[in-house]
């Protein structure tokens, strides 16, 4: 690898001088709440986009977060986001200055996949927050540092991305003749399949490269991104789960190579299937994810559980990752997790495929609790399962059909894995993660036996899949079906919602299907 030591003065916002804190819990707009958003009033659980800025606030003065992800992939984005945040108040802003101790990151287009006006507009609202910044508050320092780009692949991705910004802001300088800082943003590359993850370390080689060879300088530091959920969605718990965990390690060999810093985000929601991270899990979370820097807090985990239990869970997270320390994993052993990786991948998708018309069937139903444009292709945020043309629902409504039917979506795949491996691939799975089995035990009290039934008269492999988590369950002392009474519930909500659907009830299906939600702290 070419000499790639961190430079002694990059450029901002690459120096870790001025670069003083890094967020550690990020807001999202992820819409997986069951509950109504308590900073509305009147409340709702649907969010539109000209409440968003009213949340930012919430999130930053009331729960503690220090980064809001501003998305504008899905939809029209929020065009001059500190014009209205600061006046909400002023003297918190002044105290609490965005780009210092506080963030807005936006996430933006893949234009690998397709160009429209939301890449520039956001660059130029990125510039223009630099202009205001500076006019009103005499503040140099830009207060929008970053921008995640979705679905990348490849280390040469983001460096296009920060070099169109780049160009953008010289063009701008050359319009209007003047000067200041903000030339370039850090462009935080999200990966979101395990087959890139297992080349995280490569990636960010390329992306330095990069920058090292057109710009002249080597970032002190870099924040990256590693996506949870859809990972699960497309291959399953355990491919998942493994995914995150080399990338945290290639992220980490990175730093441990080069001396550039590396600060890992985890996108993760709260049940298991897209994380388990909760206010009852902040513990759980960091035994499976250690040395993680920024975490994701999703509208559920805002939402769905009371605001006190989520201001301790924030501050108990700050905490854990401060301590916390990655676990690192050689070549030899990397190779081991990646043949589990494919094959918990294929047997994820042998039991998955055939209930893929239920899902898309009952999906449509799903609430969305934000407002989001209507696109086609790529924009729409379509996911495939590998060899299946059908496109996936988002993972939220998903993971909220599966829950909804009686069939936890963690299941799917695992006993069948589990038979396919070596003796040496199991004793690296259990040694990367030993607490699969402990962890399926937060979703066992969804399994509905009875529902299952009921649904596999019209798509019969249900029945086929309920008898294999049933043997499976009982061959790791996992115990099936609900213990508490909020379980309880929760069984009879799910229960209605089938009995509502196959009856051609819809509206009470939504209804029904929205109280279980509530009963298990999200919606998917």
Not at 223 to 247: E, F, H, Q, V, Y
Not at 282 to 310: L, M, N
């Amino acid at each position: 690898m070419a000499n790639l030591s961190p430079s002694e003065n990059p450029p901002f916002p690459f120096s870790l001088k001025e670069r003083k804190h890094i967020p550690m819990v990020m807001g999202t707009e992820h819409p997986d709440n069951a509950s109504p958003a308590r900073f509305l009033n009147p409340h709702s659980a649907k969010i539109m986009v000209k409440d968003e800025i009213e949340e930012f606030h919430y999130m930053f003065k009331k729960l503690g977060l220090d980064e809001v992800m501003l998305d504008a992939e899905g939809k029209a984005a929020e065009a001059t986001p500190l014009m209205k945040l600061l006046p909400l108040d002023m003297e918190y802003y002044r105290k609490n200055v965005v780009g210092r101790n506080l963030f807005i990151t936006f996430r933006v287009p893949n234009p690998e996949h397709k160009r429209d006006y939301r890449l520039p507009n956001a660059f130029q609202t990125i510039l223009t927050s630099t202009r205001f910044m500076e006019g009103e508050f005499r503040l140099k320092q830009p207060p929008l540092l970053e921008a995640i780009l979705p679905m990348t692949v490849d280390g040469h991705q983001p460096f296009r991305v920060m070099k169109w910004f780049h160009d953008t802001a010289r063009s701008e300088h050359k319009i209007w003749n003047d000067a200041h800082n903000h030339d370039f943003i850090g462009v935080i590359p999200l990966v979101e399949e395990p087959r890139h993850m297992l080349h995280f370390k490569q990636l960010l080689y390329d992306y330095v490269n990069d920058i090292k060879s057109n710009f002249g300088f080597v970032p002190q530091y870099l924040r990256t991104m590693i996506a949870r959920s859809d990972p699960a969605m497309m291959g399953g718990l355990i491919s998942a789960t493994l995914g995150a965990k080399i990338a945290i390690s290639e992220n980490y060999l990175f730093e441990q190579e080069t001396g550039i810093k590396v600060f890992p985000i985890i996108g993760v929601g709260t049940l298991l299937t897209r994380g388990l991270y909760s206010p009852d899990t902040v513990d759980e979370f960091f035994k499976t994810y250690p040395g993680v820097k920024t975490i994701t807090v999703q509208s559920a985990f805002r939402y769905d559980y009371d605001e006190k239990s989520v201001r301790k869970a924030v501050s108990r997270t700050k905490k854990k990752i401060r301590k916390t320390k990655p676990v690192i994993y050689s070549e030899e052993e990397k190779a081991v997790i990646a043949r589990i990786i494919e094959k918990a991948e294929r047997e994820y998708r042998r039991q998955t495929l055939p209930l893929l018309p239920m899902v898309l069937e009952l999906s449509r139903f799903v609430p969305m609790n934000r407002e989001r444009l209507l696109h086609i292709g790529f924009l729409s945020y379509a996911r495939k399962i590998r060899g299946k043309k059908d496109s996936l629902p988002r993972a939220i409504n998903f993971t909220a059909v599966f829950y909804t039917a009686g069939l936890p979506p963690e299941f799917l795949g695992v006993a069948g894995a589990l038979a396919s491996l070596t003796k040496t691939e199991k004793r690296m799975l259990w040694r990367a993660y030993p607490n699969l089995v402990s962890q399926l035990k937060y979703s066992a009290p969804y399994f509905n036996e009875e529902n299952l039934l009921i649904l596999s008269k019209k798509w019969p492999h249900l029945k086929k899949v309920a008898e294999s988590v049933k043997k499976f369950a009982g061959e790791n002392n996992i115990r099936l079906g609900p213990q508490s009474s909020e379980q309880i519930l929760h069984r009879n909500h799910a229960s209605n919602a089938v009995q509502h659907y196959l009856a051609g009830d819809y509206h009470l299906f939504v209804s029904s299907l929205v109280k279980a939600g509530k009963c298990r702290h999200a919606l998917g």
